[in-house]
């Protein structure tokens, strides 16, 4: 099994525990004011978790449907819906694999709930690769995508010879390995994981051969968005793109 799966199904009722959800409600103030959707329209939010956004959202009059891997995160989000009243499609299912035909008004990828997310198998290009085109196809032409990834800029600045060293950080492929721990009726456990940064000159191009012609790149950490230049030591950078033509092929590796 993917460990963020195991990790994120553990996980799961802790989630709106961590000091970067609390600002949930401006972060959605914030989308709908890019995105600028007519109520009814389509949003599809990739890596949707507990639908910390795709819920209010869909309060707000979208039509949402959020994908995400962990069936434990989904479980949290379809309550989290049903005592609200709003209704949201809940589809579990790998960001790189899924597959909607061209009918969302708009995506979202936020939080690293998909994007960089690596399990041991998972080449750190293609992988994110994958995901872009599975976003590209869901849109309908004009179709904007906002999303955060982990900044690749502030993985580098603080990295150590010893993490390096360690295979704690790959610096060419900007990958880090560590332990995450979940509680378990067995107790506490631990698991290997994968994440990946991006910089943003590489995250465009990714973007463009994908199809998407992009707009700005932000700084992006939770908490704090908004049309403001990257910290080059912030958690997180913002990029909101729009879907173009089919892009160019990229190799597979």
């Not at 099994?1 to 009722?13: G, I």
């Not at 949201?88 to 299912?93: E, F, L």
């Not at 690769?129 to 309908?140: G, V």
Request: with cysteine; proline share 5%.
């Amino acid at each position: 099994m993917n460990p963020w799966r195991t990790f994120f199904d553990h996980h799961a009722p802790r989630y709106l525990q961590e000091v970067f959800t609390r600002n949930t409600e401006a972060e959605v103030r914030f989308l709908l004011n890019e995105l600028t959707l007519p109520p009814g329209a389509w949003i599809l939010d990739v890596g949707c978790g507990v639908g910390r956004h795709a819920v209010p959202l869909a309060q707000a009059g979208l039509r949402v449907v959020g994908v995400d891997l962990s069936s434990g995160m989904l479980r949290q989000g379809q309550t989290r819906a049903s005592e609200l009243g709003v209704s949201v499609g809940w589809v579990q299912a790998d960001a790189s694999c899924f597959g909607f035909g061209g009918q969302f008004q708009a995506a979202i990828c936020l939080c690293e709930g998909a994007f960089g997310l690596l399990s041991s198998a998972d080449n750190p290009y293609a992988h994110e690769l994958l995901i872009l085109r599975n976003i590209h196809a869901a849109l309908a032409p004009g179709g904007k995508l906002i999303m955060t990834v982990l900044n690749g800029m502030a993985m580098i600045r603080s990295a150590t010879r010893d993490a390096i060293e360690r295979g704690a950080f790959e610096p060419l492929t900007l990958v880090e390995t560590s332990t995450l721990a979940y509680q378990s009726a067995e107790g506490e456990q631990t698991i290997p994981t994968r994440e990946r940064g991006f910089v943003p000159s590489e995250l465009r191009l990714m973007l463009e051969v994908s199809g998407f012609e992009v707009e700005q790149i932000f700084g992006g950490t939770a908490g704090n968005w908004g049309r403001r230049p990257v910290d080059l030591d912030e958690i997180e950078i913002m990029v909101i793109a729009r879907r173009g033509g089919t892009g160019r092929v990229w190799p597979q590796a």
